[in-house]
């Protein structure tokens, strides 16, 4: 079983940044690429950013582009994500989730293709 947990959300004013971490346990890290997807209320989830199983390629929703950088830490079973310029839009539980990547080289943004979630952890970007 696959164990994740994220930190690093709050409440902070807009232009702010933040940096998510999911720490993920229970299984080989780098068999496994890693989503960040959001929710905000009454909307669905929504992919935010992807990598994959070496840090080597990375996929991103186009209104993060420029401001969100994912990234991964093989060594320490961590992936991150450097959140700038953030915007009230941005606001929404964010999520961490893993999908088994060995012998795949695609990063998909569908949620249904990852197995693994975290708990969620809030953002609040106040205008």
């Known amino acids: 079983q696959v164990q994740l947990v994220e930190s690093g959300g709050g409440l902070v004013q807009a232009g702010a940044s933040l940096k998510l971490s999911c720490v993920v346990s229970?299984?080989?890290?780098?068999?496994?690429?890693m989503g960040w997807f959001r929710q905000a209320p009454r909307k669905e989830r929504e992919f935010v950013a992807g990598?994959?199983?070496?840090?080597?390629?990375?996929d991103y929703l186009d209104s993060v582009k420029g401001r969100f950088t994912i990234a991964r830490d093989n060594a320490k079973n961590t992936v991150y994500l450097q959140m700038n310029s953030l915007q009230p839009e941005d606001t929404a539980v964010y999520y961490c989730?893993?999908?088994?990547?060995?012998?795949?080289?695609?990063?998909?943004?569908?949620?249904?293709?990852?197995?693994?979630w975290g708990q969620g952890t809030q953002v609040t970007i106040s205008s």
């Open positions: 990598i994959d199983w070496s840090g080597g390629r990375t």
């Open positions: 989730a893993a999908r088994w990547a060995v012998g795949i080289l695609t990063i998909t943004p569908n949620p249904d293709h990852y197995a693994y």
């Open positions: 229970g299984r080989t890290f780098s068999n496994y690429a």
